[in-house]
């Protein structure tokens, strides 16, 4: 019997989570620890399992972990960095920044882990459009202002390859936090080749040869065009 | 008392269209309309989730009272979906006997699909409950608590949230109301002007609906629109190019009794039956330009084509040729007769509407029938 109670309290505990649109697709989170700056997920996660380091953009301004994103990228494939340029001009049109609210907990999340001194907040989220106008991007204004420049650029770079990602068929956004974590790590300098193929094959879905990637940045450009956003690939 | 006066009474009592509680809507079901408290006042959801976080979205209808404003949602739901207009108009007009307010009431906790957005200070709380409608039993439950709250715009939201749901989640069996509360905010905001009839056929097949009533004409509306065979489009001029012919026989639109209707203007009054006819509108059967609608009959009312009288018909072929949005018969053709001749085909030659015999002795058939002339 005590048994039967504990398996409907669980089972009734995931009801009572909440049933949340199908449209959203789980957001950008950030860790708030005591006595220390907030920090994105996906760079939290790669420092406490993969014992990767940021040092190198760490107290660098936004303008500066863009480029050196944007360098990265353009260095192994100048297609894919310029489809995160198009997506970035894309990302201010369609970006809301939300007042006075939280946004809740996505089921992506549920199974982290993390030191129990910080706490988990949803900065950003990305919903899918029902008009083809309709805004996207959304983000806490209020933790916005709380979070580094390495936390934003790191943010909205999140979204952009999410955005990737789920027009490509994913449904969450484990393989979008490995990639960012991987192309701006210090460790990036010294495995340039590991870590291009392993930031390809998680954005474009086990694909890392150009034709391939091609066909999918196609995919997205239709998909952007859909949107009423002016895509110039071919 | 007279049976014939009974009789009559009872006739007259069907001509209202939509006593709801005649239908048997397919599965036993509920759905909630919810409001935002924050502090002591309250919001329908509907607005405040697309209006607050879409800059994109405000509300733009006009009215003084919920009647005011109830009127102009109809105009504008009858702009471009004109069976809808009637169809809310009228279940709304007979949902007052339908309501029991309550004093309070606890609905316990939501089961639809939320937004991801809570708002400070702020809580989502069901205010209203619907049931199937039933002919024992009340079928909407409102806390007057919180009804008393709103203001105009929210309440007369309050009934189009109803008469959404009531096809969306009742009669299409769906289980949410995210879309229908996004369509619902839609529809009173500034975009509403901006839209044509083709903007919303996406939304359409997101809450499901199943036929649309368009140009005088049922369409069926596909739910993938990759499957060529039940596709919908629109182009920007407002013109059909691809559409399979609904029959308007979805048992909602039933009483509505609005028959689809083609003026061809090469052949004034000739009034095809197109319920559960075969072909489409462009597309699969056709072109955009020339399609074919088989298994046709003819209304009762006229059956001339020129000369022929094809009152004896009971199933043909028509190909209808489209310009400028205007249509056009090229031929007939089918199990014809006229002379005791075989008809290979009816065709307009110089304005004037000619039967092309067939001279092959083996393409008779048991199904011909012999046309009659027209004086």
Same mark, same amino acid.
């Given at each position: 019997?005590?048994?039967?109670?504990?398996?409907?309290?669980?089972?009734?505990?995931?009801?009572?989570?909440?049933?949340?649109?199908?449209?959203?697709?789980?957001?950008?989170?950030?860790?708030?620890?005591?006595?220390?700056?907030?920090?994105?997920?996906?760079?939290? #996660?790669?420092?406490?399992?993969?014992?990767?380091?940021?040092?190198?953009?760490?107290?660098?301004?936004?303008?500066?972990?863009?480029?050196?994103?944007?360098?990265?990228?353009?260095?192994?494939?100048?297609?894919?960095?310029?489809?995160?340029?198009?997506?970035?001009?894309?990302?201010?049109?369609?970006?809301?920044?939300?007042?006075?609210?939280?946004?809740?907990?996505?089921?992506?999340?549920?199974?982290?882990?993390? #030191?129990?001194?910080?706490?988990?907040?949803?900065?950003?989220?990305?919903?899918?459009?029902?008009?083809?106008?309709?805004?996207?991007?959304?983000?806490?204004?209020?933790?916005?202002?709380?979070?580094?420049?390495?936390?934003?650029?790191?943010?909205?770079?999140?979204?952009?390859?999410?955005?990737?990602?789920?027009?490509?068929?994913?449904?969450?956004?484990?393989?979008?936090?490995?990639?960012?974590?991987?192309?701006?790590?210090?460790?990036?300098?010294?495995?340039?080749?590991?870590?291009?193929?392993?930031?390809?094959?998680?954005?474009?879905?086990?694909?890392?040869?150009?034709?391939?990637?091609?066909?999918?940045?196609?995919?997205?450009?239709?998909?952007?065009?859909?949107?009423?956003?002016?895509?110039?690939?071919? | 008392?007279?049976?014939?006066?009974?009789?009559?009474?009872?006739?007259?009592?069907?001509?209202?269209?939509?006593?709801?509680?005649?239908?048997?809507?397919?599965?036993?079901?509920?759905?909630?309309?919810?409001?935002?408290?924050?502090?002591?006042?309250?919001?329908?959801?509907?607005?405040?989730?697309?209006?607050?976080?879409?800059?994109?979205?405000?509300?733009?209808?006009?009215? #003084?009272?919920?009647?005011?404003?109830?009127?102009?949602?109809?105009?504008?739901?009858?702009?471009?979906?004109?069976?809808?207009?009637?169809?809310?108009?009228?279940?709304?007009?007979?949902?007052?006997?339908?309501?029991?307010?309550?004093?309070?009431?606890?609905?316990?906790?939501?089961?639809?699909?939320?937004?991801?957005?809570?708002?400070?200070?702020?809580?989502?709380?069901?205010?209203?409950?619907?049931?199937?409608?039933?002919?024992?039993?009340?079928?909407?439950?409102?806390?007057?608590?919180?009804?008393?709250?709103?203001?105009?715009?929210?309440?007369?939201?309050?009934?189009?949230?109803?008469?959404?749901?009531?096809?969306?989640?009742?009669?299409?069996?769906?289980?949410?109301?995210?879309?229908?509360?996004?369509?619902?905010?839609?529809?009173?905001?500034?975009?509403?002007?901006?839209?044509?009839?083709?903007?919303?056929?996406?939304?359409?097949?997101?809450?499901?609906?199943?036929?649309?009533?368009?140009?005088?004409?049922?369409?069926?509306?596909?739910?993938?629109?990759?499957?060529?065979?039940?596709?919908?489009?629109?182009?920007?001029?407002?013109?059909?190019?691809?559409?399979?012919?609904?029959?308007?026989?979805?048992?909602?639109?039933?009483?509505?009794?609005?028959?689809?209707?083609?003026?061809?203007?090469?052949?004034?009054?000739?009034?095809?039956?197109?319920?559960?006819?075969?072909?489409?509108?462009?597309?699969?059967?056709?072109?955009?330009?020339?399609?074919?609608?088989?298994?046709?009959?003819?209304?009762?009312?006229?059956?001339?084509?020129?000369?022929?009288?094809?009152?004896?018909?009971?199933?043909?072929?028509?190909?209808?040729?489209?310009?400028?949005?205007?249509?056009?018969?090229?031929?007939?053709?089918?199990?014809?007769?006229?002379?005791?001749?075989?008809?290979?085909?009816?065709?307009?030659?110089?304005?004037?509407?000619?039967?092309?015999?067939?001279?092959?002795?083996?393409?008779?058939?048991?199904?011909?029938?012999?046309?009659?002339?027209?004086?």
């Amino acid at each position: 019997m005590k048994f039967i109670l504990i398996v409907l309290s669980t089972v009734l505990c995931f009801e009572s989570y909440g049933k949340d649109s199908g449209r959203v697709g789980n957001g950008g989170g950030v860790l708030f620890c005591e006595n220390r700056e907030p920090i994105l997920l996906d760079f939290y #996660e790669a420092e406490f399992i993969e014992a990767y380091r940021y040092e190198n953009i760490r107290n660098l301004p936004a303008l500066e972990i863009r480029e050196t994103l944007h360098r990265r990228i353009n260095f192994f494939n100048p297609e894919v960095a310029s489809l995160l340029e198009h997506l970035s001009i894309f990302f201010d049109e369609r970006v809301t920044y939300v007042d006075d609210a939280k946004f809740k907990i996505p089921d992506d999340f549920l199974n982290l882990y993390y #030191e129990d001194i910080c706490e988990l907040k949803v900065l950003a989220v990305q919903r899918k459009p029902i008009m083809s106008f309709d805004k996207i991007f959304f983000i806490n204004k209020v933790l916005w202002s709380k979070v580094n420049s390495m936390t934003k650029v790191g943010l909205k770079s999140h979204e952009l390859l999410y955005f990737v990602t789920l027009t490509l068929g994913q449904k969450n956004s484990k393989s979008v936090r490995r990639a960012l974590s991987y192309i701006l790590s210090d460790e990036f300098t010294h495995n340039k080749e590991k870590f291009k193929e392993k930031f390809l094959n998680e954005i474009f879905i086990n694909s890392s040869q150009n034709e391939f990637i091609k066909l999918k940045i196609n995919k997205i450009c239709k998909k952007l065009k859909g949107y009423g956003h002016a895509c110039t690939f071919n | 008392m007279d049976m014939r006066v009974l009789l009559i009474s009872f006739l007259i009592s069907l001509n209202t269209f939509a006593d709801f509680r005649e239908f048997k809507f397919l599965r036993e079901s509920e759905f909630s309309i919810h409001s935002v408290k924050c502090g002591d006042s309250y919001e329908l959801l509907d607005y405040k989730e697309l209006y607050q976080l879409d800059s994109n979205y405000d509300y733009d209808l006009k009215g #003084e009272t919920v009647a005011e404003v109830l009127s102009s949602y109809f105009a504008r739901i009858s702009e471009f979906d004109y069976a809808r207009g009637l169809l809310y108009r009228d279940w709304i007009s007979h949902l007052e006997p339908e309501i029991k307010f309550i004093n309070g009431m606890n609905f316990g906790r939501s089961r639809d699909h939320l937004n991801f957005v809570e708002w400070d200070g702020c809580d989502i709380q069901i205010f209203a409950k619907v049931i199937n409608p039933n002919k024992n039993t009340k079928s909407v439950f409102i806390d007057s608590k919180i009804w008393n709250k709103l203001s105009v715009r929210d309440k007369a939201g309050f009934y189009i949230n109803y008469a959404l749901n009531l096809e969306h989640i009742f009669a299409n069996r769906m289980n949410h109301t995210e879309y229908s509360r996004y369509t619902n905010a839609l529809l009173a905001s500034n975009q509403f002007s901006k839209l044509k009839t083709k903007d919303y056929i996406p939304l359409y097949r997101l809450l499901r609906f199943e036929q649309i009533f368009y140009k005088n004409i049922w369409f069926v509306l596909g739910f993938n629109s990759t499957d060529r065979t039940n596709a919908f489009e629109i182009n920007s001029e407002g013109d059909v190019i691809i559409g399979t012919f609904g029959s308007g026989g979805f048992f909602i639109f039933e009483q509505l009794k609005l028959k689809s209707r083609i003026d061809f203007l090469n052949a004034k009054g000739f009034d095809l039956d197109l319920n559960y006819v075969q072909g489409s509108y462009g597309g699969v059967y056709g072109s955009k330009e020339t399609f074919f609608i088989r298994n046709v009959r003819l209304r009762e009312t006229s059956s001339c084509l020129g000369r022929f009288n094809l009152k004896t018909l009971k199933h043909f072929t028509v190909k209808v040729n489209v310009k400028a949005g205007r249509h056009y018969i090229e031929s007939i053709t089918g199990p014809i007769l006229f002379n005791g001749s075989k008809v290979l085909k009816i065709e307009n030659l110089n304005g004037v509407w000619t039967a092309i015999i067939d001279r092959d002795p083996r393409s008779f058939s048991n199904y011909d029938r012999e046309v009659g002339i027209c004086k």
